[in-house]
């Protein structure tokens, strides 16, 4: 069974630095393309970052280019997420999406709540 637990969140100042997690169970670590997902209050859910399951090129949206940056470890099977200078327009539920790339299907965490505020 697929499953992926995040962690990581919660009360942030502003220009803090926190780092969430996923952790993925279930299938080959390797085989999958992990990417960052968050929705801000009256928001929709919007993309933040991936990975590329071999080579491990990253992709960013615009509003965190610089900012924020995904990694992973594959021998603990998970992936990380370090964010930099946060802002207010930051806070948000982030979610952990992977990619399987072998059936296609898609698997999501159960989101973990960053506040940025001071």
């Known amino acids: 069974q697929v499953q992926l637990v995040e962690s990581g969140g919660g009360l942030v100042q502003p220009g803090g630095s926190p780092r969430l997690s996923c952790a993925v169970s279930?299938?080959?670590?390797?085989?999958?393309?992990p990417s960052w997902y968050r929705q801000g209050p009256g928001k929709e859910r919007e993309f933040v970052s991936s990975?590329?399951?071999?080579?491990?090129?990253?992709t960013y949206a615009d509003s965190v280019k610089g900012r924020f940056a995904t990694s992973r470890d594959n021998a603990k099977n998970t992936v990380f997420l370090q964010m930099d200078s946060l802002k207010s327009e930051d806070t948000a539920v982030y979610y952990c999406?992977?990619?399987?790339?072998?059936?296609?299907?898609?698997?999501w965490g159960q989101g973990t709540q960053v506040t940025v505020s001071s």
């Open positions: 999406k992977v990619y399987d790339t072998l059936t296609g299907l898609e698997y």
């Open positions: 990975m590329a399951p071999i080579g491990g090129h990253t």
């Open positions: 279930g299938f080959t670590f390797g085989l999958y393309l």
